[in-house]
Every structure is written in C-alpha cells, then in structure tokens.
C-alpha cells in the first residue's frame, strides 16, 4: 500500500522548550493569539495551495516524481475551504472528481502519468474528502456538494468500515483491509475524528454515529492508555486484540511515524481522546524539538531526519497537557522546517496543523 514519506530533512537546531500555560483542546492557540494565528495559518495554507495545486486542481507531489495522491486531494480541499477561495475549491473538486472517482463513489489512490496507476481507494482520502464537500456545500449554499459528501461517505460506511470482534466499527485502510475471517488492517492515522462526526450528522448513518467512540477506544487499546505512541499500522479483530503490527511488505518494527503521527493531532480535536493526547506530552515532550520522522512506540526518536509532522503532533499533544508556549514554539519550529526544507506531505501538515490547532477555519475541531 502507499506510503507518503516527507523526505529525508537534515537535522536542525532546536529551540529550548519554554514554560507552561493552561491551554484546552484545538483552536487553543487561536482563543490566545486571535488574528496574528490565524494570519500565519493562512499564509500557510495558501502557499501550500499555490505551490503545489495546478491550474487544473491536481495536488502535485513535486518532490516524489510528480505524482498524485487522493490523500493530498483531500487536504488541498480541506485548505480551500479554510482559506475562502471558492474558485480553487471547484477545480480541486472538479479535478479529483472526473479523475479519481470510481462508481461506487470513493476514489482511486494513485494517479501518475496521466493516467489512474491504482484504483485501490484510501480510507482517510475518502472520509477527509467527503468531509470537505459536507463542509463546503453548506458554507457556500452548494447543494450539489452536500449531495457527492452523502454520496462518499455513505460509499465509505458500505466499503470501507469493518468491525472488531466485539462488533464496534473502525475505519479500515481501505476495502482491501477487510477479509471475512481475518483481521481488520487499520492505519489509527486515518481515523479523522471532527470527519466521523460532521459525516454522523450528514448522513444520518448509525455506522458513522458509532465509529468516533469505536475507534476512541482502539486507539487506546493500541496506545495502551497513552502509554505507548499510536502505531502506523495496525489489526483489530479476527479473534486477536488490537494489536500494531510492521506496515505491509516493509517487515520494518512498528513505529509511529508519517501515519501514525497524524493520530495524534486528529486525537486532539475530540473530547474522547483528550486525555490520550496528554499522556502522549509525557513520551514526546524530553525530544519534541528533534521533530523526528519516525519515533519508536515508547516515544524515541527512530531517525535524526525532521519532519514538520512530527513538530505539529508534538504541538498537538502539548495543547492537550496545557502547554500553550511550548506548542507555540513547535508549530513555528514546524514552519521552519518546511520553508528550508519543502516537501508536500511536510507542507501540507505545515499548513493544516497551524489550521486545525491554532485557528476555527476547519469547523469541529476546536472547544
């Protein structure tokens, strides 16, 4: 299955971590530091749309051949919507519609010299899509992108949600995740909790109604309570418990690392994971500033190479255990590496980290 590697940064000097103020959940940041954030998050997000967003709304992986991915699709629209620019939202949405989408309404993973090199949908791409469609269709009156977000979502709760062996839901990786008599293959990093919520009360479905709670408490089942970092793969079900595992074809150790990270800042825009996200500070917090791509379960740096992920989970985390000054000076240590050193999967959580954490320009993700 895919991966989305940010590239090797080369390691840079860290800023000391500062002391503490009281700060609770995302858009923590934006209630301290009002306009001068959500300024800088714009910025972000529109370089990140500008660098990487051609004319015709394809989200260009400039630094992996110039290829394109659904995933990177769905953060480009998620920006749009963030930034107002109504323009770029449709071409973006006209782009991944007439070349990604499949019948059954989710869409192929994979597009590369001009063509779709893999129709294989991504759970996290189709959730994340639909949710901005949702998004945008009612901000903008949009009723046919209110319209493709049921028509997706309800393709995800009918392809792409499995169940554990105590019958919870959880978003798979993707339909090929889910065999019947195996386990449910699971990236934690897809489960994009303010989606699962805002596609609740969309379409109305009991699946996606139960799917943020049910995956809550995987997620710290795998974490075991937040001792340990979420893994970026792992199975539920099939007659084992949660259980990580190495990502498919790779036999590397489990990590947490360019998916695994990401549940971390999802975990901080839901009151059910709050706590998680606090208890990860505790792992995280001796090496924040390491910023590194990957981190062993305990916590540990894997690598020496930076990534603005990794800066922008810590920042996550840190919200959550209060620390407002020192998730301050992640976040922009996470703009400082992606300026020196720009790639678009570093980029795009660049900008989407600043949105989600320090702004309430991506509904449902802020208290």
Do not use: K
Not at 13 to 31: E, I, K, N, P, Y
Not at 51 to 77: C, K, N
Not at 298 to 319: E, K, M, Y
């Amino acid at each position: 299955m895919r991966r989305r590697h940010t590239g090797l940064l080369a390691a840079a000097g860290a800023a000391a971590l500062a002391g503490a103020a009281v700060l609770s959940g995302c858009g923590g940041t934006a209630q301290a530091h009002g306009s001068a954030a959500q300024s800088a998050a714009t910025r972000y997000a529109e370089r990140f749309l500008s660098d990487y967003v051609d004319p015709a709304g394809r989200v260009i992986r400039r630094d992996q051949g110039g290829d394109t991915v659904s995933e990177g699709q769905g953060y480009a629209l998620l920006l749009a919507f963030a930034t107002d620019e109504r323009a770029t939202f449709a071409r973006i949405w006209h782009w991944t519609r007439i070349h990604l989408q499949q019948p059954d309404g989710l869409f192929g993973y994979h597009w590369q010299g001009g063509h779709l090199a893999d129709r294989e949908p991504a759970a996290d791409a189709d959730t994340q899509i639909a949710w901005a469609l949702d998004l945008a269709g009612e901000h903008w009156s949009v009723p046919g992108d209110v319209t493709a977000a049921r028509r997706v979502a309800t393709a995800v709760a009918n392809s792409e949600i499995g169940y554990d062996d105590e019958g919870r839901p959880t978003l798979a990786a993707g339909p090929w995740a889910m065999r019947p008599g195996s386990p449910v293959r699971v990236e934690p990093g897809y489960w994009t909790f303010p989606a699962d919520v805002a596609l609740a009360a969309l379409t109305h479905d009991h699946r996606w109604d139960d799917l943020p709670a049910a995956d809550a408490t995987h997620l710290a089942q795998l974490a075991d309570g937040g001792r340990r970092l979420p893994p970026d793969w792992a199975r539920l079900g099939g007659g084992t418990a949660a259980t990580d595992e190495p990502a498919p074809q790779t036999g590397s150790p489990p990590a947490s690392g360019d998916d695994g990270l990401r549940a971390v800042v999802w975990a901080a825009c839901s009151t059910t994971t709050h706590a998680l996200d606090a208890r990860w500070w505790r792992l995280i917090a001796p090496t924040a500033h390491s910023g590194a791509l990957s981190r062993n379960l305990d916590g540990a740096p894997a690598d020496s190479d930076r990534s603005p992920l990794s800066l922008v989970a810590a920042a996550a985390a840190a919200i959550s255990a209060g620390q407002q000054t020192a998730a301050d000076a992640l976040l922009d240590d996470a703009a400082r590496v992606a300026a020196a050193y720009p790639t678009y999967y570093g980029d795009a959580w660049n900008a989407l980290g600043h949105v989600l954490l320090t702004t309430d320009l991506i509904p449902g993700c802020s208290r």
